[in-house]
């Protein structure tokens, strides 16, 4: 199973900009779905992005046309790229496979998110 490490995450005022990365351990990473989600206090978590192993995207509603989900997968990364931040964007931040969220299992510890003035 791939270990997974999310960092980029922090506190930024509506309007703003963060980069995401999650950083895949294994030699299959690039034979993975990847998926960015997300928890907000008191939500179950939701899934905000996937991408599949030949590059094919989907987004939420809520963040279509905001957010950007991209991979390396010669550097075994994946990323969310956010713009146009807002209030409601606020939660912590996972990747995972698609697998990995369908049987709630290899979660990372997250990056948070905060947008705030």
């Known amino acids: 199973q791939v270990q997974l490490v999310e960092s980029g995450g922090g506190l930024v005022q509506p309007g703003g900009s963060l980069r995401l990365s999650c950083a895949a351990s294994?030699?299959?990473?690039?034979?993975?779905?990847m998926g960015w989600y997300r928890q907000a206090p008191g939500k179950q978590r939701e899934l905000v992005a996937a991408i599949t192993n030949g590059g094919s995207t989907d987004y939420a509603d809520s963040v279509k046309g905001r957010f950007t989900i991209s991979r390396d997968n010669a550097k075994n990364t994946l990323y969310l790229q956010m713009n146009s931040l807002k209030p409601e964007d606020t939660a912590v931040y996972y990747c995972?496979?698609?697998?990995?969220?369908?049987?709630?299992?290899?979660w990372g510890q997250g990056t948070q998110v905060t947008v705030s003035s």
């Open positions: 995972n496979t698609d697998t990995g969220f369908r049987f709630n299992s290899g």
């Open positions: 294994g030699s299959i990473f690039r034979l993975k779905t």
